[in-house]
Nanobody
């Protein structure tokens, strides 16, 4: 059974930084493209950053480009998201899950059939 455990969220002031981690188990992590998703209150879940299995292709949603950095450590079965210059509009619950690489080399939303509990990120002064 796939397990995804997100951590690292918290309350931070605008302009601050956080580093999220996602510990994956129950599957061969290194085989899958992965992504960070977020869902703000009253909004649909969106893919904010994706990375292929070997880290050769990385995509970001436009609003986070230049501020967020996705990375992975296949030896540790862990996905990371470094978030800098945080803004109030980044406030959301952040989740990790798999992604699919399209023919346009864009990573698209997918999932393992379930989601972790997510980690809350709140950006507020």
């Amino acid at each position: 059974q796939v397990q995804l455990v997100e951590s690292g969220g918290g309350l931070v002031q605008p302009g601050g930084s956080l580093r999220l981690s996602c510990a994956a188990s129950g599957m061969t992590f290194s085989r899958y493209a992965m992504a960070w998703y977020r869902q703000a209150p009253g909004k649909q879940r969106e893919l904010v950053a994706g990375i292929t299995s070997g880290s050769h292709t990385i995509n970001y949603e436009d609003s986070v480009k230049g501020r967020f950095t996705i990375s992975r450590d296949n030896a540790k079965n862990t996905l990371y998201l470094q978030m800098n210059s945080l803004k109030p509009e980044d406030t959301a619950v952040y989740y990790c899950n798999k992604a699919l690489l399209g023919s346009d080399l864009r990573l698209k939303e997918a999932n393992f059939g379930s989601w972790g509990q997510g980690t809350q990120v709140t950006v507020s002064s």
